[in-house]
């Protein structure tokens, strides 16, 4: 079983690497202590990618930049959406 | 001014050298010219003759077959294009004519020309390697719409991006999408994105329009400016039919702006009901070797323990089937449930999970290195071991070794 580096794990491996658990700990070859393991490495895996779920807000905003580099601002009222 | 003594040419030579005076003419070799087509007649070569009139003169012309084959619409008397060729001369007939390479419709003529000249340029340039086409990202947090503020194609792209994920953020660089601003303006904001960099992938479009309404996706800039960006770019210009340059650099075409979105953005319904099904065959999987281990154990004690062995015995399958139904009702409940409770469901069952039987009594007990004690004989007298119980844990110091006798006696 590998360590994961959480810091630069993306979604889509995170959602491989669960399946690669499960299908470890579905083999059956697995000892009573790495299945432990494994089954902890899982749920966490699960809640990573559940927070990758939650992560962004649902906001919609406008990339302007008016001398001062790139900003975001909110899109006027009325707008779209 | 006739030379002192003048040279008698003959007509081929003298035709000869016609023919040099216009090969040398840059002008006259890469040349566009307007005019209505009359005298349309296709030879069975397939080989095309036709002259090119205006008011004042004709011109007699030539479409080989290999040109002809690429031309779009059909030619016919009467119409008015504009052919791309050079001018040469035919000694046979003693003609002068154009040898066509292309043709368009003359409305937009020019359009037509410059974009053939540019997809060319930029194909050879490499520009539309299907080797350097970028794969979408999985799940896409933050996603970058460069459009107008007032277009349609803005609207669709929020409403079908947010009905497929609902917590998506969405950040909309504006730009001019039609008129002689657009190609700047574009240009302007797809640099601004790569700046600010936080955004996972970009929506490039607008709606339907003229081929002149399209045309800054056709420009030279903004296909350089896709081709440099950093961050994947889907193109969504116009409907179906209308090709761009842009879409032809772009990582990913979409032909509306509302299938860009649906490219762009994953179903989030989807992508939760895979992780939730992975979620339950991986709590069954570890129960199942839990309970594997645990009937190992069990079959020992059934040899070992002569005192009321199946009362014993039936005891421990009814705890077992107890946890069971309790962990199968709870993967079950969780399968349905939507994301928030399915995170509570997984403090609940790491408190189900092998770990929650320390919380039962039973007891592990580790060497200083980490390892799991199993047998007295692996211990020595004075040794510490750590002692983790379902609550905090023990430091421990052995004191006798007993090397017979099961735990359960």
């Keep these: 079983m590998k360590e994961i580096n959480w810091e630069e794990i993306g ?67 009325g707008g779209v959406g | 001014m006739w030379p002192a003594e003048p040279k008698v040419w003959t007509v081929a030579e003298a035709t000869g050298r016609i023919e040099d005076a216009i090969a ?4 006259l070799q890469s040349i566009l010219i307007r005019g209505e087509i009359s005298n349309y007649k296709r030879h069975i070569s397939g080989h095309t003759y036709f002259t090119l009139k205006d008011a004042k003169a004709r011109l007699r012309c030539v479409l080989f077959r290999r040109y002809g084959q690429a031309v779009s619409f059909p030619l016919r008397d009467g119409l008015e294009v504009v052919a791309a ?56 947090h933050r996603l970058g719409v460069i459009t107008s503020l007032q277009g349609a194609a803005l609207r669709d792209i929020v409403t ?15 730009a001019i ?6 190609p700047a303006s574009i240009i302007k904001a797809l640099q601004l994105c790569n700046r600010y960099g936080e955004l996972d992938v970009i929506i490039l479009g607008r709606g339907g329009g003229s081929l002149e309404d399209l045309w800054s996706f056709n420009d030279e800039g903004v296909a350089r400016a896709v081709y440099a960006s950093s961050i994947p770019v889907i193109s969504a210009v116009g409907h179906e039919t209308d090709v761009t340059i842009t879409d032809l650099v772009a990582d990913h075409r979409a032909p509306t702006p509302s299938a860009a979105a649906e490219l762009a953005v994953p179903d989030v319904r989807a992508i939760t009901g ?53 962990l199968l009702l709870a993967v079950r409940n969780g399968y349905r449930l939507s994301k928030e409770r399915l995170t509570s469901l997984a403090g609940r069952l790491e408190l189900l999970s092998p770990l929650g039987t320390l919380a039962r009594g039973y007891s592990i007990c ?11 004989q692996d211990a020595r007298v004075g040794a510490m071991l750590h002692i983790i119980l379902g609550e905090g844990r023990l430091h421990a110091e052995v004191q006798q070794i007993h090397r017979e006798g099961s735990g359960g006696s």
């Design chain 2, 366 to 376: 580790q060497l200083p290195d980490g390892q799991i004690l199993r047998r007295a």
């Design chain 2, 85 to 140: 060729g050079r001018i040469g001369v035919y000694p046979p007939n003693g003609d002068y004519q154009l040898y066509v390479e292309q043709v368009f419709p003359a409305g937009e003529g020019l359009l037509h020309f410059a974009f053939q000249q540019l997809k060319e340029k930029l194909a050879t340039e490499g520009l539309f390697d299907p080797e350097r086409k970028r794969p979408l990202p999985a799940f896409p």
């Design chain 2, 24 to 27: 040398a003419d840059p002008v």
């Design chain 2, 274 to 326: 895979q992780l939730n099904s992975l979620y339950e065959r991986l709590c069954r999987m570890a129960q199942r070797r839990v309970d594997q281990g645990r009937r190992q154990v069990m079959s020992l004690a059934e040899r070992s323990v002569l005192q009321r062995p199946e009362e014993r015995l039936n005891r421990l399958r009814l705890t077992l089937d107890e946890r069971e139904r309790s």
């Design chain 1, 11 to 77: 979604f889509e491996e995170a959602c491989e690497l669960l399946e690669e658990v499960v299908r470890l700990l579905e083999s059956g070859e697995t000892t009573l202590e790495e299945s432990l393991a494994l089954f902890e490495q899982g749920i966490k895996l699960v809640r990573f990618c559940n927070e990758c779920l939650d992560k962004a807000e649902g906001r919609i905003r406008v990339l302007v930049d008016e001398g001062f580099g790139p900003e975001l601002r909110d899109l006027a009222q």
């Design chain 2, 177 to 182: 999408v039609q008129g002689s601003e657009g």
């Design chain 2, 160 to 174: 079908v991006a947010r009905r497929r994920n609902p917590k998506i953020d969405i950040i909309v660089a504006p």
